[in-house]
C-alpha cells in the first residue's frame, strides 16, 4: 500500500506562521506536522509517500528531500498556484499512486497513536472508508453518520461524526473525474448515494491544527505528556 499526503493548503487561518512556512512544517511537539506522518507511515510499513504542493512547496521539497532521512521514499505531485483542492490533487497524483487501494492523510491534523491497526482493507463494493472522529468545539454539527459500516448522510436521532482527514481509497474512484480543480465532499455524496462509502468511528485524541491558537494548545499538551 502506499499513502498520499495532502500537503497543498494555503493555510489562511493559520496566518501570519503560513505566509513564510506551508502549514505541514509548522512544529507541534518537536517536530514539524508532516514529519508525525511520515514516522507513522513508516511504522506501518508503508515506505512509498506521495505528497502534494502547491503554498511554498519548494520549502516542503526542501525540507523533506526525497525521504531518505526518514526511511521513506517521497514522490512530490506539484500542483499550480492555488491549487487543486483535494479530489482534484488526488486525481493528478493518480500516476504515482499505483493500482492498489492507497491511504490519504491531511497534512495539517494530528492523531494519537499508531496509524497500523487503522489500514483495514477496503470492503469489497467500497469506494472508500473514511475514519470518522467525535466533533470538535469548532464543528460541532459534525460531518456524516455511520450505518452498519458504510457513511451516510446527517439524520435526526442518529450521531453525527466528524471526517477525521484520514481515509483509504481505490483508484477507480478518481480516475474518471476530469482534471482540474475539484473539491472531495461532491464524491463523498455520491458515493454515499450508492452506498459505496465505507467507514468508522476513531476513539482517539485527534486535532485539526487549523488555526494558531490550536497549534499552541497541542504543542504544549504534547509538552507536558513528553516532559511526564
Given at each position: 500500500m502506499r499513502a498520499m499526503i495532502l500537503a497543498a493548503g494555503r493555510g489562511e487561518r493559520m496566518r501570519p506562521l503560513t505566509d513564510s512556512l506551508p502549514k505541514p512544517l509548522l512544529t507541534v511537539g518537536g517536530k514539524p506536522l508532516i514529519v508525525w506522518h511520515l514516522e507513522k507511515l513508516r511504522a506501518a510499513g508503508i515506505t512509498e509517500i506521495v505528497i502534494n504542493h502547491a503554498w511554498l512547496g519548494d520549502k516542503l521539497e526542501a525540507a523533506l528531500g526525497d525521504g531518505r532521512q526518514f526511511g521513506v521514499q517521497i514522490a512530490w505531485s506539484p500542483e499550480a498556484p492555488g491549487g487543486l483542492e483535494t479530489a482534484g490533487g488526488i486525481r493528478q497524483a493518480l500516476p504515482l499512486l499505483g493500482d492498489d487501494p492507497f491511504w490519504v492523510v491531511n497534512g495539517d491534523i494530528w492523531l494519537a497513536g499508531e496509524y497500523g491497526p487503522l489500514l483495514c482493507p477496503l470492503a469489497p463494493a467500497a469506494l472508500g472508508h473514511l475514519w470518522l472522529v467525535a466533533n470538535p468545539p469548532q464543528h460541532p454539527a459534525g460531518d456524516f453518520a455511520l450505518a452498519e459500516g458504510l457513511v451516510v448522510g446527517k439524520?435526526?436521532?442518529?450521531?453525527?461524526?466528524?471526517?477525521?482527514?484520514?481515509?483509504?481509497?481505490?483508484?477507480?474512484?478518481?480516475?474518471?473525474?476530469?482534471?482540474?480543480?475539484?473539491?472531495?465532499?461532491?464524491?463523498?455524496?455520491?458515493?454515499?448515494?450508492?452506498?459505496?462509502?465505507?467507514?468508522?468511528?476513531?476513539?482517539?485524541?485527534?486535532?485539526?491544527?487549523?488555526?494558531?491558537?490550536?497549534?499552541a494548545a497541542l504543542d504544549g499538551r504534547l509538552a507536558q505528556e513528553q516532559g511526564a
Open positions: 439524520a435526526a436521532g442518529r450521531p453525527s461524526y466528524t471526517f477525521s482527514g484520514l481515509a483509504c481509497y481505490r483508484p477507480a474512484a478518481f480516475a474518471g473525474e476530469p482534471p482540474g480543480r475539484a473539491p472531495l465532499r461532491p464524491l463523498f455524496e455520491r458515493w454515499i448515494a450508492g452506498g459505496q462509502l465505507a467507514g468508522a468511528y476513531l476513539d482517539r485524541a485527534w486535532e485539526d491544527v487549523g488555526t494558531p491558537a490550536r497549534l
